[in-house]
């Protein structure tokens, strides 16, 4: 069993960069499927991207390529979410997500994951 927190969540502007964080407490992290999803405010919680903790691969929602990038860092046992060139449509609570067992891009949807973080509120201001 794993518990996530999110943080680096803010209010900021149109074009600019921003990098949550996502701390993993737990054991035999090596072994998870971490994500992250995004819920926008009257939608639903969406798939943004995902990493397998122990190879580093990475998949990406297509609306998520270019701009969002996932990453892991195993001595801290956190998960990043950097976006850049942020935009007003990009405001949303972010989940972090983990789940045991599989690989980054077969799990895409809410439901394959069992671990979740509080999330953390971005609003990107135009």
């Known amino acids: 069993q794993v518990q996530l927190a999110e943080s680096g969540g803010g209010l900021v502007q149109a074009g600019d960069s921003l990098r949550l964080s996502c701390l993993v407490s737990?054991?035999?992290?090596?072994?998870?499927?971490m994500a992250w999803f995004r819920q926008a405010p009257g939608t639903e919680r969406v798939f943004v991207a995902s990493v397998n903790w122990s190879s580093g691969s990475t998949y990406y929602a297509n609306s998520a390529k270019g701009r969002f990038a996932i990453s892991r860092d195993n001595g801290k046992n956190t998960v990043y979410l950097e976006i850049n060139s942020l935009k007003p449509e990009d405001t949303a609570i972010y989940y972090c997500?983990?789940?045991?067992?599989?690989?980054?891009?077969?799990?895409?949807?809410?439901?394959?994951?069992?671990?979740w973080g509080p999330g953390t509120q971005v609003t990107v201001s135009s």
């Open positions: 997500a983990a789940r045991r067992y599989g690989s980054a891009r077969t799990f895409t949807g809410e439901e394959g994951y069992d671990y």
């Open positions: 737990g054991r035999g992290l090596s072994m998870y499927v």
